[in-house]
């Protein structure tokens, strides 16, 4: 248990489709991540929010569509994906921002094939 | 922006061996955190290190800052089979937010 819960842990979608993925954390922080973890690649930082406002955007495709709602829950709109967005993507919490040695706590992930 | 350089990419050892990793950064850091990716798992925390020249030890496990804390190891004494993961170094990201970039990571894979 990591406090961090993302559903579904498995997702296979066809490149038409429009699904979501959620994550919800039980740790009172304020800051929330999507990070994507693929083979070959380090972990990528796709969006940050600190207190429900997105501070990040690292120039991800508009095809990726974030949303945090509030402090506690953070969700990830998918559509009209590629075969090459398939990876781990996995959601993250902190305290805040801005705070000297920020450890980030990660969810389990969400292990995405679009096909 | 930020970047971080981590050593080797991947390491093999026999049971019993040591393993080390290293992190590389061309700025100073204000601070340093090791994560351990289990295969199949999700990174965990493992530790933060802050001061110049600082050592932590967790039983097997020593982690070091240096002293122009450019840099940083993972040091793993007599490894075992639990011991496998990929080990990851994040650091700040260069406008001081608190956002982490993490480095490469190590994959450390013991045979028994």
């Known amino acids: 248990e990591t406090g961090v819960t993302q559903t579904p842990r498995h997702l296979v979608m066809g490149m038409t489709n429009k699904k979501s993925l959620k994550c919800e954390q039980h740790l009172g922080h304020n800051a929330m991540y999507w990070y994507k973890q693929s083979a070959k690649k380090p972990l990528e930082l796709m969006f940050v929010y600190n207190f429900k406002e997105q501070t990040e955007n690292n120039s991800v495709p508009s095809r990726f569509s974030p949303e945090c709602p509030n402090s506690s829950h953070l969700f990830l709109h998918l559509h009209t994906l590629q075969p090459e967005d398939s990876a781990l993507y996995l959601c993250?919490?902190?305290?805040?921002?801005?705070?000297?040695?920020?450890?980030?706590?990660f969810g389990e992930g969400s292990w995405l094939t679009v096909v | 922006g930020q970047q971080v350089m981590q050593i080797p990419q991947y390491q093999h050892v026999q049971e019993g061996e040591d393993f080390t990793t290293y992190c590389n950064s061309s700025?100073?850091?204000?601070?340093i955190q090791w994560y351990k990716q289990r295969p199949g798992g999700h990174p965990v925390f493992l530790i933060q290190?802050?001061?110049?020249?600082e050592v932590k030890k967790q039983k097997r496990l020593t982690f070091q800052f240096g002293e122009a804390k450019k840099n940083s190891s993972l040091h793993i004494t007599a490894t075992q089979t639990t011991d496998v993961g990929t080990y990851f170094c994040a650091v700040g990201g260069s406008s001081n937010t608190g956002k982490l970039i993490f480095g490469q990571g190590t994959t450390l894979q013991v045979k028994p």
């Open positions: 700025t100073t850091l204000s601070n």
């Open positions: 290190l802050v001061k110049s020249g």
């Open positions: 993250a919490s902190s305290q805040e921002l801005g705070l000297a040695g920020n450890t980030i706590y």
